[in-house]
Nanobody, 115 residues
Framework: QVQLVESGGGLVQAGGSLRLSCAAS????????MGWYRQAPGEQRELVAT???????NYADSVKGRFTISRDIAKNTVYLQMNSLKPEDTAVYYC?????????WGQGTQVTVSS
């Protein structure tokens, strides 16, 4: 059973930073892509950032220049560095891993940005 475990969420003031971590229970290079999504109350889950097996990255327009996705292959961990946080970044952040057969999700970690 593949597990993705997020950590690093919390409460931060606007303009602050947080780093989220997603630890996978298997080699992250077995995923076609890994990424971060978020869901605010009453909203649909949306893509934040993704990283492909080959190292390519993609970001939502709303986070470009502020968020950075990275990975540590040796630790089977994907990170999301979030800088210049805004109140509208408040959401539950989910780690995702896609394979040919299915998509895996973590349990989510809450990020709250106060104004």
């Amino acid at each position: 059973q593949v597990q993705l475990v997020e950590s690093g969420g919390g409460l931060v003031q606007a303009g602050g930073s947080l780093r989220l971590s997603c630890a996978a229970s298997r080699d992250i290079l077995t995923f076609n892509a890994m990424g971060w999504y978020r869901q605010a109350p009453g909203e649909q889950r949306e893509l934040v950032a993704t990283s492909t097996r080959g190292g390519g990255t993609n970001y939502a327009d709303s986070v470009k220049g502020r968020f950075t996705i990275s990975r540590d292959i040796a630790k089977n961990t994907v990170y999301l560095q979030m800088n210049s946080l805004k109140p509208e970044d408040t959401a539950v952040y989910y780690c995702n891993g896609d394979t040919v057969l299915r998509s895996y999700w973590g349990q989510g970690t809450q990020v709250t940005v106060s104004s």
